[in-house]
């Protein structure tokens, strides 16, 4: 249904002071998937870079060789963040439907008992009832 001009304008000025709300649009950019995810990788980046240099550091400083693992993990930690926010971050992307704004997964709400519409199991079901339909099984 479409809206009013009266509506319409009030949507603009709303929409006018929204979008001049410093705050607003912080609180709205750190909960912005992609932010998020772009945070992360930094972070991310960051941490495996520190763990870089403290085992190189140790290495060409002479100091305690019990700092090295100290440096691995860091470096490994570094990477399994990456690839979390990698993974959390692939799909989340906010999504308008209908006028209803939504904000898509990453993965899919279901636990994949049900497939997917036009999924692999849904086409071979598919083909077996126009085979089963027609006769020609074998």
Known sequence: MPLSDH???LFEEIEQSLSEDPQFASAVRAHD???VT???FVLAGVISVIGIGVVIGTVIAGAPMWVVPIGAVLMFG?????????RRGA???LKAVDG???RTAGRGG???KAPRPGGFTSRMEERWRRRRDSGDLF
Do not use: D, N, Y
Not at 78 to 86: D, P, T
């Open 100 to 102: 209803k704004a939504t």
């Open 110 to 112: 279901s636990s994949g």
């Open 33 to 35: 998937p992609a932010h």
């Open 91 to 93: 799909g989340g992307k």
């Open 78 to 86: 570094g990477l399994i963040l990456g690839l979390w926010a990698q």
């Open 38 to 40: 772009r945070r992360r």
């Open 7 to 9: 509506e319409q304008r």
